[in-house]
């Protein structure tokens, strides 16, 4: 009799185990385009700043314009605002073969020449696209001049998770491309 209640019990325990987790990370951005590093200055990128939907380890996708839907399933493999953060710091050392971009601020005896900072305020899969709006900000630290640009664009989906975060990719991709492509232009 022990020995059913011993066999019941690891039975209703592990039932409840029975859905998986699927994890995903938004990959790696494809080589983008490569500009002449010249002698550029040490950049720092500050953290990614995203909106508090994304805070959360879940996948969400909006189902309507006042209405979002976490997966019971599919969860962010890393924080989202470390992640974007450093692809974005990647991103720019191989655009520029620059290995001096780091996040910002820091406790290093170098100082920055340039900070970039970047705010998503929608970064969401909503019916067949996803949705990604940002402003993002370069700034020279030792002249103090400033460039800063509204982002916006859309990129098509399929509704699942994996189709969802291929958009979101190619989204973030487009958002890197704009940066670099500043940052080459003004340095």
């Given at each position: 009799?022990?020995?059913?209640?011993?066999?019941?019990?690891?039975?209703?325990?592990?039932?409840?185990?029975?859905?998986?987790?699927?994890?995903?990370?938004?990959?790696?951005?494809?080589?983008?385009?490569?500009?002449?590093?010249?002698?550029?200055?040490?950049?720092?990128?500050?953290?990614?700043l995203l909106p508090d939907?994304?805070?959360?380890n879940k996948v969400v996708?909006?189902?309507?314009?006042?209405?979002?839907?976490?997966?019971?399933n599919d969860e962010w493999a890393e924080d989202m605002e470390n992640s974007l953060s450093k692809q974005l710091i990647v991103a720019i050392q191989k655009s520029f073969n620059h290995p001096d971009v780091y996040i910002y601020p820091w406790d290093l005896s170098k100082q920055a020449g340039i900070k970039v900072k970047v705010s998503i305020s929608k970064f969401i899969a909503y019916g067949d696209q996803v949705y990604l709006d940002a402003n993002w900000e370069i700034v020279d630290l030792k002249t103090a001049q400033r460039s800063s640009q509204l982002?916006?664009?859309?990129?098509?989906?399929?509704?699942?998770?994996?189709?969802?975060?291929?958009?979101?990719?190619?989204?973030?991709?487009?958002?890197?491309?704009?940066i670099t492509r500043e940052i080459a232009r003004k340095f």
């Open positions: 009799m022990k020995r059913y209640i011993i066999w019941s019990l690891s039975i209703l325990i592990f039932a409840g185990c029975g859905a998986s987790t699927n994890y995903f990370l938004l990959g790696d951005l494809p080589n983008s385009k490569k500009y002449s590093s010249r002698s550029l200055p040490i950049i720092g990128v500050e953290k990614i939907y994304l805070q959360q996708v909006q189902l309507s314009p006042t209405q979002l839907k976490y997966s019971d982002f916006s664009t859309q990129v098509k989906t399929a509704s699942d998770t994996v189709s969802i975060v291929s958009s979101m990719n190619s989204a973030f991709e487009r958002l890197t491309t704009t």
